[in-house]
């Protein structure tokens, strides 16, 4: 059974920084999409990065690219967010999810999904 574990999420203020860990288990082989969603009050969810297991090939929202980077430790089973100068902006539920094919953030492509970790940046 896949499932994935968010961990990481906490309050910090704006130009801060987190790193988020997405906890992996039960995938089937080694070819796998894992994506960063968000999704804030009011708002619909929103794919901010997502990397390809095999190659490591990432792809970022623009709202995101060049201040959250998305990396994987294989051995761990383990994706990660690393969130750099936040902004109040991000302020969401942040979720990873996985899918067998990685050519976009539609979340309909992601059968399987985290319980999400809040992440809170005050002005």
């Known amino acids: 059974q896949v499932q994935l574990v968010e961990s990481g999420g906490g309050s910090v203020q704006a130009g801060g920084s987190l790193r988020l860990s997405c906890a992996t288990f039960?995938?089937?082989?080694?070819?796998?999409?894992v994506a960063w969603f968000r999704q804030a009050p009011g708002k619909e969810r929103e794919g901010v990065a997502r990397?390809?297991?095999?190659?490591?090939?990432?792809t970022y929202s623009d709202s995101v690219k060049g201040r959250f980077t998305i990396s994987q430790d294989a051995a761990k089973n383990t994706v990660y967010l690393q969130m750099n100068s936040l902004k109040p902006e991000d302020t969401a539920v942040y979720y990873c999810?996985?899918?067998?094919?990685?050519?976009?953030?539609?979340?309909?492509?992601?059968?399987?999904w985290g319980q999400g970790t809040q992440v809170t940046v005050s002005s």
């Open positions: 039960g995938f089937a082989g080694d070819r796998n999409c």
């Open positions: 990397i390809y297991t095999i190659g490591a090939t990432t």
């Open positions: 999810a996985r899918a067998s094919l990685c050519y976009a953030f539609t979340p309909s492509h992601y059968k399987a």
